[in-house]
T-cell receptor
Framework: SAVISQKPSRDICQRGTSLTIQCQVDSQVTMMFWYRQQPGQSLTLIATANQGSEATYESGFVIDKFPISRPNLTFSTLTVSNMSPEDSSIYLC??????????????FGPGTRLTVL | GENVEQHPSTLSVQEGDSAVIKCTYSDSASNYFPWYKQELGKGPQLIIDIRSNVGEKKDQRIAVTLNKTAKHFSLHITETQPEDSAVYFCPVRGSQGNLIFGKGTKLSVKP
């Protein structure tokens, strides 16, 4: 199966600054997603990263706060803008293998642990 | 919309015992049921999945069973080992193709 990596693995940032997280998959994938997981909690979908077009955001998440890029089928970035302590969380990149919708598998990166002071 | 509930939220077993985690989903059109294991400090790892045309699937010490009529599916781990300690998730597929996660089950296997 494809290998997915994220950079950075963790970071400590000051409030008001922005952090860009990179996600790289070692093969071309159709669907990529960004999730957030607060400590001890479940995963919440932020957005679907669409190649060549704007990301599709879930309720409660907006482009100005979490701009996403997806320049090609193997790479995506998520930026956490104007950070506050409430943004402290684990951010996970994920991709879905090609196949009939509903039958394809989904894999996750190792996550980026963000702490905002 | 799609929804999934897991039970129990925490589970503690002795090494060698079996563990069972049950998930109930709301969308009767769901046809794909994966299980993920998340160890501390890592991303979720797909450990087993089942399609709706199959009632049971096994892979060594783990198995998943599906009851489409009752809209629930379960993860069975036999001969548990300390390395099985983790949080287990049973997400369901949303209308956009993404996975929707429940709250997870924290499994602790005591040596």
């Amino acid at each position: 199966s494809a290998v997915i990596s994220q950079k950075p693995s963790r970071d400590i940032c000051q409030r008001g600054t922005s952090l860009t997280i990179q996600c790289q998959v070692d093969s071309q994938v159709t669907m990529m997603f960004w999730y957030r997981q607060q400590p001890g909690q479940s995963l919440t979908l932020i957005a679907t990263a669409n190649q060549g077009s704007e990301a599709t955001y879930e309720s409660g998440f907006v482009i100005d706060k979490f701009p996403i890029s997806r320049p090609n089928l193997t790479f995506s970035t998520l930026t956490v803008s104007n950070m506050s302590p409430e943004d402290s969380s684990i951010y996970l990149c994920s991709f879905q293998t090609s196949g009939i919708k509903g039958a394809s598998e989904q894999f996750f990166g190792p996550g980026t642990r963000l702490t905002v002071l | 919309g799609e929804n999934v509930e897991q039970h129990p939220s925490t589970l503690s077993v002795q090494e060698g015992d079996s563990a069972v985690i049950k998930c109930t989903y709301s969308d009767s059109a769901s046809n794909y049921f994966p299980w993920y294991k998340q160890e501390l400090g890592k991303g979720p790892q797909l450990i087993i999945d089942i399609r709706s045309n199959v009632g049971e699937k096994k892979d060594q010490r783990i198995a998943v069973t599906l009851n489409k009529t009752a809209k629930h599916f379960s993860l069975h781990i036999t001969e548990t080992q300390p390395e099985d300690s983790a949080v287990y998730f049973c997400p369901v597929r949303g209308s956009q193709g993404n996975l929707i996660f429940g709250k997870g089950t924290k499994l602790s296997v005591k040596p």
